[in-house]
């Protein structure tokens, strides 16, 4: 089946909110101590408007026979003004979810391809993502993808 990208449009908000409540389900039931179920709709209307309407960044949809089966949300970033940082400008891929129907069918990868176009439009060479350790295909995935690992959050709980 032929998958189509564009922009997200305001229109797309439930849609979008079924995938974020894939999302935000895989990550209540991984990660229990980080994340609990949602109450209602996964995303604000407004924290939704918000993002389409913020120039320095791109929601693009994935659609398979006119039905939402994916998203991305990137946006570019800047290195803070620190003596010791060098100045750069990334695009920071924030959100990716591809529905648990179509997984393994290439949507993830065109959403991604995509955020990359965006990237080199926007004048930027380099992006950067925070990946869960979990689930591993996911890793695997930006692994297939060229990402590399360069930083691990690590966490300890005290009893």
């Given at each position: 089946?032929?998958?189509?990208?564009?922009?997200?449009?305001?229109?797309?908000?439930?849609?979008?909110?079924?995938?974020?409540?894939?999302?935000?389900?895989?990550?209540?039931?991984?990660?229990?101590?980080?994340?609990?179920?949602?109450?209602?709709?996964?995303?604000s209307?407004?924290?939704?408007?918000?993002?389409?309407?913020?120039?320095?960044?791109?929601?693009?949809?994935?659609?398979?026979?006119?039905?939402?089966?994916?998203?991305?949300?990137?946006?570019?970033?800047?290195?803070?003004?620190?003596?010791?940082?060098?100045?750069?400008?990334?695009?920071?891929?924030?959100?990716?979810?591809?529905?648990?129907?179509?997984?393994?069918?290439?949507?993830?990868?065109?959403?991604?391809?995509?955020?990359?176009q965006?990237?080199?439009?926007?004048?930027?060479?380099?992006?950067?993502?925070?990946?869960?350790?979990?689930?591993?295909?996911?890793?695997?995935?930006?692994?297939?993808?060229?990402?590399?690992?360069?930083?691990?959050?690590?966490?300890?709980?005290?009893?």
């Open positions: 089946m032929t998958i189509v990208l564009r922009a997200a449009i305001y229109e797309d908000y439930e849609d979008a909110c079924a995938l974020y409540e894939q999302l935000d389900r895989l990550h209540s039931q991984a990660l229990p101590n980080f994340f609990h179920p949602v109450e209602g709709p996964a995303r209307r407004e924290r939704f408007a918000e993002l389409l309407a913020n120039e320095d960044a791109a929601l693009f949809v994935a659609e398979q026979q006119g039905d939402l089966v994916g998203l991305v949300f990137g946006y570019v970033r800047t290195t803070p003004p620190v003596p010791m940082v060098v100045p750069r400008r990334f695009v920071q891929v924030d959100e990716l979810v591809v529905s648990e129907y179509v997984r393994h069918q290439g949507a993830g990868q065109l959403l991604m391809e995509r955020v990359h965006w990237a080199r439009e926007q004048g930027v060479t380099e992006i950067e993502l925070d990946v869960w350790e979990f689930p591993a295909s996911a890793l695997a995935f930006y692994e297939k993808l060229g990402y590399q690992t360069t930083r691990r959050h690590m966490r300890k709980q005290l009893s």
